[in-house]
């Protein structure tokens, strides 16, 4: 069996990042987490926690990290359905989820706000590009994933999501300056472009799908998306951005579509790990729902990108 408050000390720690952050949550002494996680670690003859800053897990680390925030999950709904079970509420579970980027920005934290006003649970997100949050899902780490994959992971569901389109977007003074001859192939290869970082791959794509050939423009990182779409507005660049991002800069006329008629558009999935836990299924239903109401609805067929951020 395995030995609880060990592993809520090791949760604590790759969740805070340190020792001495997990001691506070927990209420005890930096030199009292080690010893837990050190003890848990001498058990399974394996390190758990790379001694970092922050601090990260393991490969079995993240695995049982996942199971303690689990076990925590399905001992919140033991408590809430059998009060005898506990004089005390306990603490509040923590969720971790994987989601790019771009679905935090435009819907998905808006769906977890919803969430978090009829449960008393805690969210932890985990950003970034979509293979890395198929193999976080993979590795148990995650209780889920919003994903470009539709092929579930072992173990788990895929339920489609909608439909997130990326504009070619940039400032008015911009396109004039660069593209007012036509938005052609030199032109293409000499404005600068955004990206968000080495994962995006959205503005070669647009460009192969534009020109049919290889462009690679001048180009500036941003990895944030409203400093993305900011920096699209000052007219350092254009980019691929979200289109509920930028809907009203488009109807100002503070942005303006690269190629009018071109886009790109992203398939979503939500995939969830087969947890028998009411809340999941409810967390479940309550992002399908907000998806609905914020993606385009994915019709067969529909092209599929690299989620970018």
């Not at 998905?108 to 805690?122: E, G, I, N, Q």
């Not at 006329?253 to 999935?269: K, M, P, S, T, W």
Request: one cysteine or more; charged letters at 20%.
């Amino acid at each position: 069996m395995l030995d609880y408050p060990l592993l809520e000390a090791l949760a604590a720690v790759v969740r805070e990042g340190s020792f001495e952050r997990a001691a506070r949550v927990l209420h005890v002494t930096p030199s009292a987490v080690s010893q837990r996680v050190k003890l848990l670690e001498e058990r399974l003859g394996q390190v758990l926690v790379v001694r970092a800053q922050p601090c990260r897990p393991t490969a079995t680390g993240a695995v049982l990290c996942g199971h303690a925030e689990q076990v925590a999950l399905l001992e919140h709904e033991l408590r809430s359905r059998l009060p005898e079970v506990g004089t005390s509420p306990g603490p509040r579970p923590t969720l971790r989820l994987a989601a790019n980027a771009d679905s935090v920005a435009t819907w998905l934290v808006r769906a977890l706000a919803d969430f978090t006003s009829r449960h008393a649970v805690l969210f932890d997100l985990a950003v970034d590009d979509e293979s890395h949050t198929a193999e976080l899902l993979r590795s148990g780490s995650v209780l889920g994933a919003v994903t470009s994959q539709a092929e579930p992971v072992q173990g788990c569901r895929s339920t489609c999501l909608g439909t997130l389109r990326y504009l070619a977007t940039c400032s008015p003074g911009f396109h004039r300056r660069h593209f007012g001859s036509g938005v052609t192939g030199a032109a293409l290869a000499s404005a600068p472009c955004l990206r968000f970082d080495t994962k995006d791959a959205l503005q070669r794509t647009f460009l192969r799908r534009l020109t049919r050939a290889h462009v690679e423009p001048p180009t500036h990182w941003v990895p944030s998306p409203h400093g993305f779409v900011d920096a699209c507005r000052e007219g350092m660049g254009w980019g691929m951005n979200p289109e509920p991002l930028i809907r009203e800069e488009l109807r100002a006329g503070r942005l303006v579509e690269l190629a009018a008629g071109r886009h790109l558009d992203v398939v979503l999935y939500w995939q969830q790990g087969r947890l028998a836990s009411p809340l999941a299924e409810e967390l479940s239903r309550t992002l399908q729902a907000a998806a609905r109401a914020s993606l385009r609805q994915a019709t067969p067929g529909s092209r599929k990108a690299r989620v970018p951020r």
